[in-house]
C-alpha cells in the first residue's frame, strides 16, 4: 500500500471534467488498498504536499495548470514521482501550435492551419490577416484555441461572414488561436499505454461516432450522445498506419506513461488533430473504453499508469 496524492480540479474550462477523472481513479486506488488523498487545486496545494509527504502523485488534471508542464515542474521540486510525462512533453502537447509545427517538420501529417495571438491583433492589427489566412486553408474550416481541449471554444466555420464572431468565440478561452483546414473523415481516437519498463503501445483504436454529427463537448461527456467501434471498422493496412502514426507522434513529443492521440482517417491517411498527455477518464472517455475492450479492467489500467509514475528526472 501507497500514501497517494490524486490531484483533480483545478482552474481550467475543463475543472468539471477533471473532478470526475479524479473521482473515478481515486474509487480505483483506494479498491486496490492504496492510501489515497484527493487534492483540489489551490493556493494551499504546495504546503499540503510538503505536508502529505506522498510516494507518488496521480495527476488528473485537464487543461493549463494541469497539462502544460505547471504541476509537473512544482512535483519535480518537490520531489514527488507523478504519473504522465514530465513538463517539456507537457508544454509541446498542450500548445497546439507548437506541436502541430513540430509534426510538421518531422512529416507526420497534420491538417494546414495558420495560428493568431491576441496580442498581435490588438498591437499589430493582425485581424486584417484573417481572410487571407482563411481563403489559403478554404471553407468549411475550424477556429480553435491553442490550449484548451474538450472541443471548448471551437468552432466549425463555413463561409467568411462567420469568421470573426468564431475568431471572438475562441479568443475567449485563450490569447492565442488557430485557423484550421476542416478534415473529413473517419475520427479515431488513439489510446497509448506505456507500462513501466516496456515500449508503448495502441491500446485500440476507437472510432468516434457522434450521433449529432459533431464530437463536441456535449458528445464528448453526455452517455448515450456518441457510439464508438471499438476496434475502429478500418482497413487492416489503415489501422496499421494509424497506430504508426500514432506512436510517432508520441515519441516526437516526448510523451510517456500515456497518452491519447487524436486523428481523422482522410482518404488512408491519418491526421493527426491533437495529443493529450492526461486524457479523461470519464465513463465517456475513449481511453479506460479502449482498455476495457483490451481486456484491462479501469483498477488494472490505473495501477499500471502509476507503477510507470517516473521518479523527480523527467524532461
Not at 486584417?128 to 471548448?152: C, F, I, R, T, W
Not at 467501434?229 to 498506419?241: F, L, N, S, T, Y
Request: charged residues 25%.
Amino acid at each position: 500500500m501507497a500514501r497517494l496524492a490524486v490531484l483533480r480540479g483545478g482552474h481550467s474550462m475543463e475543472r468539471d471534467v477533471s473532478l470526475v477523472t479524479g473521482r473515478r481513479v481515486q474509487h480505483a486506488l483506494e479498491r486496490l488498498g492504496h492510501e489515497v488523498h484527493p487534492l483540489d487545486i489551490e493556493d494551499a496545494t504546495t504546503a499540503t504536499l510538503m505536508e502529505l509527504a506522498p510516494e507518488a502523485a496521480f495527476i488528473c488534471l485537464h487543461g493549463p495548470g494541469g497539462e502544460d508542464g505547471t504541476v509537473q515542474a512544482l512535483l519535480e521540486t518537490l520531489g514527488i514521482p507523478y504519473t504522465g510525462s514530465g513538463p517539456l512533453s507537457s508544454i509541446r502537447c498542450m500548445d497546439k501550435d507548437y506541436a502541430k509545427r513540430a509534426l510538421r517538420s518531422a512529416g507526420i501529417p497534420t491538417p494546414s492551419f495558420r495560428t493568431f495571438l491576441k496580442r498581435a491583433m490588438s498591437e499589430m492589427g493582425a485581424a486584417a490577416a484573417l481572410d487571407v489566412a482563411a481563403d489559403s486553408l478554404g471553407y468549411p474550416l475550424v477556429v480553435k484555441p491553442a490550449h484548451e481541449g474538450s472541443g471548448l471554444g471551437l468552432t466549425r466555420v463555413e463561409e467568411a461572414g462567420a469568421l470573426l464572431e468564431a475568431v471572438y468565440e475562441a479568443l475567449g478561452y485563450d490569447a492565442k488561436i488557430l485557423l484550421e483546414r476542416w478534415v473529413t473523415g473517419t475520427e479515431i481516437s488513439v489510446p497509448i499505454l506505456e507500462p513501466a519498463g516496456e515500449e508503448p503501445r495502441v491500446l485500440n483504436l476507437v472510432e468516434v461516432r457522434p450521433r449529432g454529427g459533431s464530437y463536441d463537448f456535449e458528445a464528448k461527456y453526455t452517455p448515450g450522445a456518441t457510439d464508438f467501434a471499438i476496434p475502429a471498422e478500418v482497413p487492416p493496412e489503415g489501422a496499421a498506419h494509424l497506430e504508426e502514426t500514432a506512436l510517432s507522434a508520441y515519441r516526437l513529443l516526448g510523451c510517456s506513461g500515456l497518452a491519447r492521440v487524436d486523428t481523422i482517417l482522410e482518404e488512408g491517411t491519418p491526421q493527426v488533430l491533437d495529443v493529450k498527455t492526461i486524457p479523461g477518464f470519464t465513463e465517456t472517455s475513449t481511453f479506460p473504453l479502449a482498455a476495457e475492450a483490451a481486456g484491462i479492467s479501469f483498477e488494472e489500467l490505473v495501477e499500471t499508469i502509476l507503477d510507470a509514475a517516473g521518479t523527480p528526472a523527467k524532461l
